[in-house]
């Protein structure tokens, strides 16, 4: 059908630009051209420059600082110590977790790399040769750098939380076993799994370690603080992952009224979780910045990022697993020690202290459950947030899909078949899981049975046991991993009847501005770190509202101007902010139904929405366009109608949504050098409503990446004085174009059924499948000599290390 | 804080005379004095090639480069290859391809690829994933890049056979 002007439908919908369309990236005019804008980008007139001095010992007592030296160099403004802070009451502040964290080391220090004072010069040299004079006088305390020995440690790492008397109060997910032990958390049925499991006729137990790491974005972070003393307004500049939540902690801890607090996130360089929480650098530079009255900018270095700022996972996970001799699983037990280093800044809702970790039951229909996890203190760096994934559900993925191959070895079963035959069923949803979980929707068997399929897995294992064959005549010394994970993510915290952090509820938010001429501004409170919120979310108006994306601006991650947000990260951007847009569209439009219905003369419910305009019901020759809407909205005297054309709505998801997957990864392994070559990987996932294929595509190869690089060798390791000892890109694994496979994409489409798009998000569930995928190769390559598990992460070192302890060296 | 030397660059075909401490890192120089603000930094030990600078025809890291060192270079920066009313074809092609995503190490991904390009104007996708191996994302996973940079260079061929 054709409209008066010769354009069909089809081609109105195309000019939209809307959902489901592979738009290029608004974005990506200014990032090639060298223009974006990045924190550090940021010059301010006068501004200073802040540089810490850090602590080399992992666990000591501050006799003395000197600071003498260093003020008395050409320069330098200022040096802060915990001393100058403490009548501010600034020596301490709030973590996310509940807990405290020194901003300045306050007596001791618990971590290598500890902030101990900040110096504020004129220039980052000057501060770099400051931080040299300063003169620290340690006293070393016992180091511990495991959890396990922690518990059993007469030494207190934390005296600030033990009582006079010497007992301990609670902490602030309940009671504490022990000086050194931050919280219990315990979900599912604790007696009723275990005997499920005692009187099982299958059992399988494997204790696993996900090893620390750090989501180590390109651009580390940083922010420049500027307190105007005249009219009394803070800007805070700053890599911040949640503007608006840095805002509110900003005012509580400095006494600041909110409204004179402005928080700007300029464009991120990346932030996978480790620009959530807030560092004492940004405590010291707002200070520093208020008693100086001018800007002060403090940025990072790559070793400061890796030892000190937000590391993530470092789980220590007992499972057992109980099934029917046919395979159907019967329950599961999870006990998990978490290693939270100095301070518990782990980054999750408040009521979750172990984030969504019991989602660990999986893809998997298991009646019963139970899960136990102890926080625990170490003199390792404070942090514990979600690399590139939903609070802790990496974690419990690994978990799961490890304990499921565990349990395949123990049956002597294949592993695709052992999740075949306990996945959930597409009839079960919405389903309540054992641990508390209601999953929206899924298809799990068709995804399997596609990714199958598509990669020939039965010829795979053919080829497999013929290569298990020539390994042991001698033709070959090359093994062949088939690696299977089936995720489901949990993302789009939260419903706010149980997601908070800090109080603050985990709604998210946009506000839309049409203008006349019928373009419009959209802001949110989410803030894109390379995500392309700018492109995507242009889509989802578009598509909602009927005027084209390129005619839609969307704006983050300014206080000033956005509407409350609890920001990106955890996959919420889409579940969250994405559904609020897709609201405030539909207020948009509830409204622009009301002016074309009084524009063409007719009552309200005879006009319906056609792509891009309201036509009337039956006669679709007479219509008036969103442009046409607009324009009316501002220049006519509607009666019973406000002027403009504005919604804002906020969003509290009903519930979390779900997003699945199906990863299969091919592996050689040439067992004398431990080297890995990923001859395949293939990825379905299943994101609900798909709003740019091309961005997915682009979410899904990096998120992989991250994944390989965790699975494959990336970790924060330490000591046993506490050093760290992979703090430069040298030592710290990040893949290079060399060392990464070509993945292919697969999809379905199973729609969220209580998102208004039906969308679920995607960025994190190719790091949360890939990992055990990769893991999973790792791991089969050797199943058939005698290879129940190996830790991650899975370096040519460690690979050649279980070869040997297999007897493959002959 | 040491004597400060006189130095003179070619920055982006543009002269530039000034006088710095030795010790300036040249990523310094061209971000903090000259306010070249796309080659940027993320690791200042050679290996992430944010910083990625061409300096006298060689694709240099610049966050390890003293500003001392580079005294009388010629310098070309991801502001030098293209601009907004004619972007470099590597620009338009990282655009068209997704080869990028939060664009922290696009500058100097693009100016390292443009110097690659150059010194092998045919390469095969591994030849691009070895000689982009001093480049690091975090991002994309690198497939969107070396597709980027293959169809840059299929391009540049084909006018190039044009116009001949």
Not at chain 1, 239 to 246: W, Y
Not at chain 1, 266 to 281: E, H, R, T
Not at chain 1, 339 to 347: I, K, S, T, V, W
């Amino acid at each position: 059908m054709k409209d008066d002007a010769g354009v069909t439908r089809e081609q109105r919908v195309e000019a939209l630009g809307g959902m489901g369309c592979k738009r290029k990236r608004v974005e990506d005019a200014r990032f090639t051209q060298g223009k974006g804008n990045y924190v550090d980008d940021i010059k301010m007139p006068g501004m200073l420059f802040g540089d810490f001095v850090r602590s080399p010992y992992a666990h000591a007592r501050i006799k003395s600082i000197d600071t003498s030296a260093a003020l008395a160099l050409d320069g330098v403004v200022a040096v802060l110590t915990a001393d100058d802070l403490r009548p501010l009451g600034l020596h301490w502040m709030p973590t996310l977790a509940g807990d405290k964290q020194m901003v300045l080391a306050d007596g001791k220090v618990l971590f290598q790399g500890q902030e101990v004072a900040y110096v504020v010069a004129k220039d980052r040299y000057i501060a770099a040769d400051a931080v040299e004079l300063i003169d620290v006088d340690y006293e070393e305390l016992p180091v511990i750098v495991d959890p396990f020995e922690s518990m059993k440690s007469d030494t207190v790492l934390r005296e600030d939380l033990v009582a006079e008397d010497g007992s301990l109060p609670d902490g602030a997910h309940g009671p504490r076993k022990h000086h050194n032990h931050i919280f219990t958390w315990e979900v599912g049925e604790k007696e009723a799994t275990s005997q499920v499991i005692d009187s099982a006729q299958v059992v399988a137990e494997e204790t696993m370690y996900y090893h620390r790491t750090h989501p180590c974005p390109l651009e580390t972070c940083g922010c420049v603080a500027s307190m105007d003393k005249v009219n009394g307004k803070l800007t805070l500049y700053g890599t911040f992952q949640a503007p608006h939540a840095i805002r509110t902690v900003v005012s509580l801890i400095s006494g600041i009224e909110e409204h004179n607090i402005r928080v700007i996130s300029p464009d991120i360089g990346g932030g996978f979780g480790n620009k959530v929480g807030a560092y004492p650098g940004y405590v010291c530079s707002v200070v520093a910045s208020i008693v100086t009255g001018v800007p002060v900018k403090w940025v990072e270095d790559r070793m400061e990022n890796l030892m000190t700022t937000a590391f993530a996972r470092d789980y220590w996970m007992k499972g057992k697993i109980s099934a029917t001799p046919e395979g159907k699983i019967t329950g599961l037990w999870c006990e998990v020690t978490a290693d939270h280093g100095g301070f518990d800044a782990c980054a999750d809702p408040t009521k979750f202290p172990a984030g969504f970790m019991n989602i660990c039951t999986g893809s998997y229909d298991i009646p019963t459950a139970y899960l136990a996890v102890d926080g625990v203190y170490t003199n390792k760096a404070p942090g514990g947030v979600s690399y590139r994934c939903s609070f802790r559900v990496t974690e419990a993925v690994y978990f799961i899909e490890r304990m499921i191959e565990v349990l395949a070895i123990e049956m002597n079963m294949d592993a695709a078949e052992l999740r075949r035959i306990n996945f959930i069923k597409k009839e079960q949803f919405p389903y309540q899981s054992a641990l508390g979980w209601e999953y929206d929707s899924g298809d799990y068997h068709t995804a399997w049975d596609k990714a199958l399929k598509a990669v020939d897995y039965e010829g795979l294992r053919t080829e497999q046991a013929q290569r298990v064959e020539d390994f042991k005549t001698g033709k070959t010394r090359k093994l062949m991993g088939v690696g299977l994970s089936f995720f489901t993510e949990i993302v789009g915290a939260g419903p706010v009847k149980n997601c908070d952090i800090l109080g603050l509820g985990m709604f998210d938010s946009c506000e839309i501005r049409i203008h006349p001429t019928g373009s419009a501004i959209a802001r949110l409170g989410t803030i894109s770190q390379g995500q392309g919120h700018a492109t995507t979310f242009a889509q989802i108006l578009a598509s909602e509202i009927g005027l084209p994306a390129d005619s839609i601006t969307i704006e983050e991650g300014d206080t000033d101007t956005a509407p409350y947000g609890l920001g990106t990260y955890g996959s919420r951007s889409t579940p969250v902010a994405g559904a609020a847009t897709a609201m405030a569209g539909r207020k948009i439009r509830a409204k622009a139904q009301m002016i074309a219905a009084y524009l063409l003369e007719v009552h309200d419910d005879d006009v319906e929405f056609d792509v891009d305009r309201f036509v009337v019901k039956g006669a679709p020759e007479k219509f008036k366009t969103m442009k046409e809407i607009a324009f009316a909205a501002y220049n006519q005297a509607i009666p019973g109608i406000e002027p403009g054309l504005e919604a804002v709505s906020y969003y509290d998801p009903p519930n979390m949504t779900y997003p699945f997957g199906a990863y299969i990864c091919v592996m050689d392994i040439d067992v004398d050098t431990g080297e890995v070559d990923i001859r395949r990987f293939y990825a379905l996932d299943d994101c609900g409503t798909r709003i740019n294929p091309m961005i997915i595509e682009g979410q899904v190869h990096g998120g992989l990446t991250e994944a390989l690089a965790v699975a494959l060798g990336q970790e924060i390791a330490y000591d046993d004085m506490g050093n760290v000892k992979t703090g430069t890109l040298m030592d710290f694994f990040l893949p290079t174009a060399w060392e990464v496979p070509n993945y292919e994409t697969d999809h379905t489409v199973t729609p969220s059924p209580h998102h208004p798009i039906g969308a679920k998000g995607v960025g994190e569930s190719p790091h949360v499948g890939g990992v055990p995928c990769f893991s999973n190769a790792v791991n089969d390559a050797f199943r058939a000599f005698g290879l129940r598990h190996t830790h991650m992460p899975h370096d040519h070192w460690r690979i050649w290390k279980t070869a040997n302890k297999l007897g493959l060296h002959g | 804080m040491s004597k400060k030397m006189h130095i003179q660059l070619t920055v982006n075909g543009e002269a530039q005379e000034f006088l710095a401490e030795p010790r300036e890192l040249l990523i310094h120089t061209l971000r903090e004095r000259l306010n070249i603000t796309g080659p940027h930094i993320g690791c200042e030990t050679s290996h992430c090639g944010a910083c990625t600078v061409t300096l006298n025809g060689k694709s240099v890291k610049s966050c390890t480069v003293f500003v001392a060192q580079a005294d009388g270079a010629e310098i070309t920066t991801i502001e030098g290859l293209g601009n907004p009313d004619k972007l470099h074809v590597l620009q338009e092609a990282f655009k068209e391809h997704h080869g990028l995503q939060c664009g922290f190490c696009t500058p100097g991904m693009i100016t390292r690829a443009s110097k690659l390009l150059e010194e092998n104007p045919s390469p095969t996708e591994e030849e691009v994933r070895f000689g982009m191996a001093g480049n690091i994302c975090r991002c994309t996973g690198y497939q969107n890049i070396v597709k980027s940079i293959l169809a840059a260079a299929a391009e540049m061929s084909a006018s190039k056979e044009a116009a001949e």
